[in-house]
């Protein structure tokens, strides 16, 4: 289990570099974009928020919806950012991010198209491909799960 929670991956410094620089510059672009504007907004949002419409999230309530899409975009952004649980927060950022982008803008375009600039599934695609690259990769050499889980072999691959 802690293999699974703390693995950090590659521990090669120059990608270990790079995704250093992914996790945090993603992570802090999800709380300041989105994250802390949804706190913001709560009042206004709570009682419109988008409930996924599966089991067993469609017995959400607009509110309970609303914090659990908060807790992804702060809660795992900021593990994602220290490199903690890295690949089981990128999970939870990533199922949010699925939702959001086949659920709630379902009908929405692909794309973003000049010059009327309507809504689409790019930005939350754009989002989800590095919360797909973390799940792979894990957090690198340079994380709190570097810290915590020490290999006694190391890797051949």
């Not at 993603?26 to 994250?35: A, E, K, Q, R, V």
Request: net charge positive.
């Amino acid at each position: 289990m802690k293999k699974f929670l703390f693995d950090c991956g590659t521990r090669d410094a120059t990608a270990s570099q790079g995704v250093f620089v992914l996790r945090v510059m993603i992570g802090l672009m999800m709380i300041f974009g989105h994250g802390i504007p949804k706190i913001a907004g709560y009042a206004a949002h709570k009682d419109l928020f988008y409930v996924p419409d599966f089991f067993p999230l469609r017995y959400l309530s607009p509110q309970l919806s609303l914090l659990a899409c908060i807790g992804a975009e702060v809660g795992a952004s900021i593990f994602i950012i220290l490199g903690l649980a890295t690949r089981p927060a990128a999970f939870v950022l990533g199922f949010s991010l699925v939702v959001a982008v086949f659920g709630f803008y379902a009908a929405a375009p692909w794309f973003v198209s000049l010059p009327t600039l309507v809504e689409s599934k790019e930005l939350g695609l754009l989002y989800l491909i590095p919360m797909i690259a973390l799940i792979l990769t894990g957090a690198g050499a340079y994380s709190l799960d570097a810290g915590l889980y020490r290999e006694s072999k190391r890797r051949r691959w």
